[in-house]
């Protein structure tokens, strides 16, 4: 699950965010925050490329908002170039961007 999200115009999830489940498995990120989401993911060491980013169009029904902060997390999404665990989290960085996870329950 997302627990911070930080890029070029700052921090915007502190805390336990909930709602974006993240899934990384052969080659392939994918998850769910109103609409499904996934790309492709290749991991050499901690470097990361993650491309071909795509979501399904469905309105949702959830919070005011959600919407942004889909489209907000898939465009850093783009931009990581690294992965690494600190301090029990999974941690993606890029280029102003900083995405950490906790492993849901």
């Given at each position: 699950?997302?627990?911070s999200a930080t890029d070029a115009q700052g921090t915007w999830v502190d805390g336990?965010?909930?709602?974006?489940l993240?899934?990384?498995?052969?080659?392939?990120?994918?998850?769910q925050?109103?609409?499904?989401w996934g790309g492709d993911i290749a991991?050499?060491?901690?470097?990361v490329v993650v491309s071909s980013?795509?979501?399904?169009?469905?309105a949702c029904d959830k919070t005011d908002?959600?919407?942004?902060?889909?489209m907000r997390f898939l465009?850093?999404?783009?931009?990581?170039?690294s992965i690494g665990l600190v301090d029990g989290q999974l941690r993606l960085t890029g280029d102003a961007v900083t995405l950490e996870f906790v492993e849901g329950d």
């Open positions: 699950m997302l627990t336990a965010a909930g709602a974006t993240v899934t990384i498995e052969d080659g392939h990120i994918s998850g925050i109103c609409n499904n991991i050499t060491g901690s470097t980013l795509y979501s399904t169009k469905m908002g959600i919407m942004d902060l889909e465009d850093d999404l783009s931009l990581v170039t």
